[in-house]
């Protein structure tokens, strides 16, 4: 089993910057893919943004060019930095991660974190 945990969300103006960060434990070694995706009120979970060990990434149209996805495989952390937040990007956020080389991994869920874009 794996265990997400993700930290960093909060409250933040429009234009303004947050960093997510997702640490994982457990059966760690099995995972290939990390990803976020991110679900406002009254609409359907999305794909924010993935990637793979290999480096290959796969980002949402709405994110592209404002969000970047990293991570460290020796300290098995994921992070999405998010530049000039809209509104629109308030959501809760949820970490994932596959064993699978996957750009939508979806085996694993983490908690979720809030963030909330607004003046």
């Known amino acids: 089993q794996v265990h997400l945990v993700e930290s960093g969300g909060g409250l933040v103006q429009p234009g303004g910057s947050l960093r997510l960060s997702c640490a994982a434990s457990g059966n760690i070694f099995v995972i290939n893919a990390m990803g976020w995706y991110r679900q406002a009120p009254g609409k359907q979970r999305e794909l924010v943004a993935a990637?793979?060990?290999?480096?290959?990434?796969n980002y949402a149209d709405s994110v592209k060019g404002r969000f970047t996805i990293s991570r460290d495989n020796a300290k098995n952390t994921a992070f999405l930095q998010m530049n000039s937040l809209k509104p629109e990007d308030t959501a809760v956020y949820y970490c994932?991660?596959?064993?699978?080389?996957?750009?939508?991994?979806?085996?694993?869920w983490g908690q979720g974190t809030q963030v909330t874009v607004s003046s």
């Open positions: 990637i793979t060990s290999g480096g290959a990434t």
């Open positions: 994932t991660a596959d064993p699978l080389i996957t750009l939508r991994p979806r085996a694993y």
